[in-house]
C-alpha cells in the first residue's frame, strides 16, 4: 500500500472520538492496538499527521504495542520527518529487538540531510551490541557529529565495549571523557566487574569524590561472585547506606554473637560449616 492510498483509506476512517479529543490526548488515551487506527486517521482528517511532534508521540504509543508497521506507515505520510520523528523510529526498532531496521531509518535520516541528536547516537549503540563492526562505525560518526564529549553516548559506548568483552577499549572511552557523572563511573566500575577484574574494579572506584550505592553494590557483588566473602563483607561494613538492592543481593545468618554475610552454595567462609549446619 502506497501513501496515497494509506491516506486515502484512513480517511474514510470512522473516528468518534475525533469531534471529543485533541490529538495528542486521544494518542495517549489509545489503550489497544486498534484504537492506534483511528487516531492515525484523526490525524489524516485534519492533516496534523505533517506535525513532527505528534507523530513522534505516535510513533511512541506505535512501539509501546509492538505496532512498528503502523508507525513506518504513518512515517511514510510525513512530507519533513524531523528528528524527532526519526529518533522515535530508531529508539522504536531498538525497542522491539530490530537493529538492522534501526540502522536503515538511520540511513534514511542522512540521506534527508536531517541532523543527528544526541538520543539518536544513545539508541544507535544499543542497536550495535550483536556487531562488533558496526558498534564501531557508530563510534565514528559519534566522533564526526560532535558528540564525543556527550556523557550519556559516551556512557553508552563504555557498556557497548565491555558487553563485548573489550575493557580496554571502553576504559580508553572512559579516559577520554571530558566529564563523568556518577553512572559513567559505576558503569566503567561494572564492566570490570563483569570480568571480575576486582583490583581495578576497587582502584577506579576509590579515585571517585564519593561512592554511589551502585558502586558499592556492584562491588560487593563483584567479590561475592569471586568467593571472597570476606572482601565483600568488609566493603558492606564500610558502605555509609545500605538499599534494598544491598540486603536482597547478600545472605546473612547469625552464628553465636556474630552475623555473617555469605552467598549460596560458598564454601569459603571461615564459618561455612556452621552455616549450612544451620541451614539443614
Known sequence: MNALTTVSSLRRCSTSLLENLPILQLIKQCTSPKLLDSALAAMVKTSQNQDCFFMNQFITACTSFNRLDLAVSAATLIQQPNVFVYNALIKGFVTSSLPFRSLEFYVRMLRDSVSPSSYTYSSLVKASLFDRAVGESVHAHVWRFG?????????????FYSSSGRVK?????FDEMPERDGFAWTTMVSAYVRVLDM?????????????????????IDGYMKLGDVEAAESLFDQMPVKDVITWTRTSWIELGKRVHMFAAADKSHSASDEVYLLLD
Not at 147 to 157: A, E, K, M, W
Not at 169 to 173: G, I, P, Q, Y
Open 147 to 159: 558528540f564525543c564529549s556527550h556523557v550519556q553516548i559516551q556512557t553508552t559506548l563504555i557498556v
Open 169 to 173: 577499549d571502553a576504559r580508553k572511552v
Open 199 to 219: 583490583d581495578s574494579a576497587n582502584a577506579l572506584a576509590n579515585r571517585m569524590s564519593e561512592k554511589n550505592g551502585a558502586t558499592w553494590n556492584c562491588l
